[in-house]
């Protein structure tokens, strides 16, 4: 995170930098969004693959940076060619074994004793808890099972519109789709999300440590 | 739930759950599983990784660029082999079209003279001639 004083520059700025050769400035742009693009890879493709698909990302913006709009939105940009990358992915995932790709991963980049990769990135006086990390790994892992068994789409808009934040209209934008389509595969993923992760449902849907950082 | 629906449909169904309970219940389910996906905490990078995407997108640019001039080069090699193909095709085609001007379309004499020198040419290279007055016949063929 980075404070008011010294925020990012504009991402404008950064990107005509980029395109004179300015090699801080790509390194910027990545740092500020590698971290989002990797957690939303991550759902999409599970986190044994992450990283290799956030690279290719990120060399898929160096390469067409030339061809973004200053007047579109780089957020949605950026969303757009890391759910291509995903997909692209799990396509080829698909040819070489021939059926269903699970996304569970395995400890991904937890340390001993430290959380699992669906845990709360920051210290969390709740996490100390070995009974209540082990009821966070439990839920992410849950969660990312149930992720994994819908269609590559269906994963795709759920994940953008309820764990990401985007609108119906910036969805559609990120996968060059009809808003109807954008409406009924969140329908239909959400049924389907609701079965398998009913268990888990309380009423007031919190995870097992309220308080814990949401997704942006 | 989304905030998507029109505001005499949106009342419509406000008016609808008033009277039922499952449709009630479903809803509350739904509001409970969106609550759930937005309070999931993002998966935390591995330490590094920032550094490692610049290091692989500088690397694959580097690699992009190394492999350039080589294409370059067939390109120039193709584009030389292509015209010196057709250089030679021109000439070879000027030369026949001589040769074939000497094999029937040039006035008898001139057909004999061309004849004889093919046949000196061919004694001179094979070595079967006999050297009469100064003149070289074929073998056997005294004058």
């Known amino acids: ?216 | 739930m989304d905030g998507q629906l029109p505001g005499p449909v949106r009342a419509r169904v406000r008016s609808h759950l008033v009277r039922c309970a499952p449709c009630r219940r479903e809803l509350a389910e739904l509001e409970a599983l969106r609550q759930l996906l937005a309070g999931a905490p993002a998966p935390p990078p591995p330490p590094g990784l920032a550094e490692t995407i610049v290091g692989h997108v500088r690397f694959r640019e580097a690699e992009r660029v190394r492999r350039r001039p080589r294409v370059r080069f067939w390109q120039g090699a193709i584009a030389g082999g292509v015209a010196a193909v057709l250089v030679v095709a021109l000439w070879w085609a000027g030369l026949d079209g001589l040769s074939r001007m000497g094999h029937g379309s040039a006035p008898p004499a001139v057909e004999a003279a061309l004849m004889e020198h093919s046949l000196y040419a061919s004694l001179l290279e094979t070595g079967a001639g006999d050297w009469v007055d100064w003149a070289l016949v074929p073998a056997g063929d005294g004058r």
Request: some cysteine.
């Open chain 1, 1 to 216: 995170m980075t404070s008011r004083k010294t925020g990012p520059p504009p991402v404008g700025d950064l990107i005509a930098r980029c395109l004179t050769g300015d090699v801080r400035a790509f390194e910027t742009l990545v740092r500020t969004h590698h971290d989002q693009v990797y957690g939303y890879a991550c759902r999409m493709v599970g986190p044994d693959a992450a990283d290799d698909v956030v690279q290719e990302v990120f060399l898929r913006v160096y390469r067409s940076l030339h061809t973004f709009r200053s007047e579109s939105d780089f957020k949605t940009w950026l969303y757009r060619i890391t759910t291509n990358a995903c997909l692209d992915h799990l396509r080829r995932m698909r040819r070489q074994r021939g059926r269903f790709v699970p996304l569970e991963g395995g400890g991904g980049h937890a340390d001993e004793g430290g959380p699992a990769w669906g845990g709360p990135e920051r210290p969390d006086p709740g996490a100390v808890d070995p009974a209540l990390r082990a009821e966070q790994r439990e839920l992410a892992e849950a969660l990312q099972a149930a992720l994994g068994r819908l269609s590559d789409h269906h994963r795709a808009v759920l994940v953008l519109h309820d764990m990401y934040g985007f609108r119906y209209d910036e969805i559609k934008d990120i996968l060059r789709c009809s808003l109807g389509t954008v409406k009924s595969r969140l329908f239909y993923a959400r049924r389907a999300l609701r079965e398998q992760l009913r268990p888990y449902l309380d009423a007031a849907g919190d995870w097992p440590a309220s308080g814990a950082s949401s997704v942006s």
